[in-house]
Every structure is written in structure tokens, then in C-alpha cells.
């Protein structure tokens, strides 16, 4: 059986005159792409032109709804109520499909930005009630959840379309959550590093953290952020080291 997996980047994050990323040419290389909805970076113009590139180039679209924190680009863990954090994804998502469904495609996933991820990987009972607020909106949504978290365990107890996600740029925790932004060695730049890595992953069903431990895991989709400066030739070299070891890069079935 053909090993499959999914290559997901997280883009559309300029915004106005500040540029951030290359979204154009991580689009050529990744088979989803998951793009801001203006609460941590992005806004309509932005949104409307990622949106219409991937629908040219075939790139599945989905919306990556995040902590209303522009200043600190949704990486600020803030305290909202669980109430109005699931009426802020329900905004975003709506927004993301308005656009989406203008540029001539759809929404297939939802994946959770930054500071809002992070705390939902270590918080079932938030990660339940994003997850249930993304459906009442989306029913048919596949959600994508950090691999081994609280989030896959949220996303499982609902019953809904999920698929697991690990990371190619970030360092892990033996916990299956990644090392914190502050930590030195957290973000990987090195795209030979990386790509071996991920690889290495995927062909072991398993997260491989900073300490050694192996996790066991599903892996249906790998994660490349866009903003930083070495993306483009992180995610060239990951999809390149992974259909060099017989694994096939392919868009996750909805």
C-alpha cells in the first residue's frame, strides 16, 4: 500500500502594505493551504488573492481562525471567554467561506492558529468548544488537530472529519505539544534538517520530540509555516525528501 501525505502550509498572513511570506510559491509546493482570516494577520484583499492562487493551482483551501491579536501575530495566549472565542470561529469561518466560495472553491478545513492551538492542544474542554463552533457552521469540515493532543481527543469524542497533523519547522515536547517559540531550538531553519526529520517520521508513524521519544501516532497531513524566511526551501526540501523515500504528497480526502 502506497504511504499518502497531505502538505499543508499556513499563509495569507499580509497585511495592507506589509508583506509577510511567499505565499505564490509555497503554493506551487504544498497540497493545502491554510490562510488567515484577519483576527491574527491577513484581511479581505489578502484573503481574496491567496484564496484565488490556490484555487488556480488546485491547493485545497482552509481557514485558520486565530485570537483577535494583530500587535502579536495571534502568538499571545489571552484570556477570552470559551462563549465568545466560538463566536470569533464562527466569524472567521464565515468570512473564509464568503471568499473562498467568490474565488470559485470551497472551504475543506479548519485548522487553529498559533496561541489558540497551542492552548487547545493542552485544554480539552476548549478545544471541544471551538471544534463544536466550527461545525455548527461547517458541519461537513474536516478538522485539522495537532497529532497526539487534546485536540485529536476533542475532534474524536465529537465524532466529526479530522485529520492529524505534525510538524516539519517545530521541536516537540514529550507530550506531543511543541516547544515553546522562546525556547531556543524550537524552530527549525536548517531545510536539510527538516526534511530528513519529517521523513524520518512519517516512515515511523511516530512524533520523534527533542528528547528522543517516539510517539505513535496517525499522520495524514505535514504543517510548514509561511512566514519565515527559509519556507519556501523548507517545504521544497521536505516534499522532496519525502516522494524520494516512496511516500506520495496528495491533498487528504474530504
Known amino acids: 500500500m502506497t504511504l499518502t501525505v497531505d502538505l499543508n502550509a499556513d499563509m495569507g498572513e499580509s497585511f495592507g502594505p506589509w508583506r509577510m ?14 490562510i488567515a482570516c484577519g483576527f491574527h494577520a491577513g484581511d479581505a484583499d489578502v484573503m481574496m488573492k ?4 490556490a484555487v488556480q493551482k488546485g491547493v485545497g483551501i482552509g481557514a485558520h481562525p486565530g485570537y483577535a491579536d494583530l500587535q502579536g501575530f495571534g502568538r499571545h495566549r489571552m484570556q477570552v471567554p470559551h462563549a465568545t472565542l466560538q463566536n470569533q470561529v464562527r466569524y472567521q469561518i464565515g468570512a473564509a467561506q464568503a471568499m473562498a ?14 496561541a489558540l492551538a497551542n ?3 493542552e485544554d480539552f474542554e476548549l478545544a471541544t468548544a471551538l471544534y463544536d463552533a466550527a461545525l455548527s457552521v461547517a458541519p461537513e469540515i474536516a478538522i485539522m488537530v495537532l497529532a497526539a493532543t487534546e485536540q485529536q481527543a476533542a475532534a474524536q469524542a465529537l465524532g466529526c472529519r479530522f485529520v492529524c497533523e505534525i510538524f516539519a519547522d517545530r521541536a516537540y515536547n514529550d507530550d506531543a505539544t511543541l516547544v ?19 521523513t524520518d517520521m512519517v516512515l515511523r508513524r511516530a512524533i520523534v520530540t527533542a528528547s528522543g521519544k517516539e510517539i505513535p501516532t496517525r499522520i495524514d497531513t505535514i504543517c510548514l509555516h509561511g512566514d519565515t524566511p527559509e519556507a ?3 517545504a521544497r526540501a521536505v516534499r522532496s525528501e519525502l ?4 511516500i506520495t ?6
Do not use: C, W, Y
Not at 491567496?50 to 492562487?53: A, D, N, W
Not at 474565488?103 to 479548519?110: E, S
Open 21 to 34: 511570506g511567499d505565499d505564490t510559491s509555497l503554493l506551487d509546493i504544498v497540497t493545502s493551504a491554510n
Open 50 to 53: 491567496t484564496m484565488r492562487l
Open 101 to 114: 466560495r467568490a474565488a470559485g472553491g470551497q472551504v475543506r478545513h479548519l485548522k487553529l492558529h498559533g
Open 119 to 121: 492552548t487547545a492542544a
Open 180 to 198: 515553546d517559540r522562546s525556547i531556543p531550538g524550537a524552530v527549525i531553519h536548517d531545510a536539510g534538517i527538516a526534511g530528513k526529520r519529517i
Open 232 to 234: 519556501v526551501d523548507i
Open 243 to 246: 516522494e524520494a523515500a516512496g
Open 249 to 254: 504528497v496528495t491533498q487528504f480526502p474530504v
